[in-house]
């Protein structure tokens, strides 16, 4: 994972998917201290990954969805997987939100 800062604890990251594959990614890791990190993931680097959980969750019949955000706790091992499936602009860094999507993203695990 390029940008991860030595450290982190959580990690959101955003994969979007094309016909399957995975098209482009991009999210955040999140340390003790506060310190935010941009991060991106080689394509190649985790299609075997992710191909295996999508045949794990969806037939060959099934529409996959446009994206997955995955939030992950690096101590606990707690993760979540949240799916969009219809609007390709959710999780987008826009000029506008490019100061508070780290947040928006940011794993609240309870």
Same mark, same amino acid.
Not at 61 to 81: A, H, Y
């Given at each position: 994972?390029?940008?991860?800062?030595?450290?982190?604890?959580?990690?959101? *990251?955003?994969?979007?998917?094309?016909?399957?594959?995975?098209?482009?990614?991009?999210?955040?890791?999140?340390?003790?201290?506060?310190?935010?990190?941009?991060?991106?993931?080689?394509?190649?680097? *985790?299609?075997?990954?992710?191909?295996?959980?999508?045949?794990?969750?969806?037939?060959?019949?099934?529409?996959?969805?446009?994206?997955?955000?995955?939030?992950?706790?690096?101590?606990?091992?707690?993760?979540? *997987?949240?799916?969009?499936?219809?609007?390709?602009?959710?999780?987008?860094?826009?000029?506008?939100? *490019?100061?508070?999507?780290?947040?928006?993203?940011?794993?609240?695990?309870?």
């Amino acid at each position: 994972m390029r940008g991860a800062a030595e450290g982190w604890r959580t990690l959101s *990251i955003v994969v979007e998917l094309r016909d399957g594959r995975v098209g482009n990614t991009f999210g955040y890791t999140y340390s003790p201290d506060g310190a935010v990190s941009a991060v991106a993931s080689r394509p190649s680097g *985790i299609l075997p990954a992710v191909q295996a959980y999508l045949a794990d969750k969806y037939t060959p019949d099934q529409k996959l969805p446009l994206k997955l955000l995955v939030q992950f706790n690096r101590d606990s091992g707690q993760f979540e *997987i949240t799916y969009e499936d219809a609007d390709a602009t959710r999780w987008k860094v826009t000029p506008e939100n *490019i100061d508070t999507v780290s947040d928006e993203l940011r794993p609240a695990f309870t």
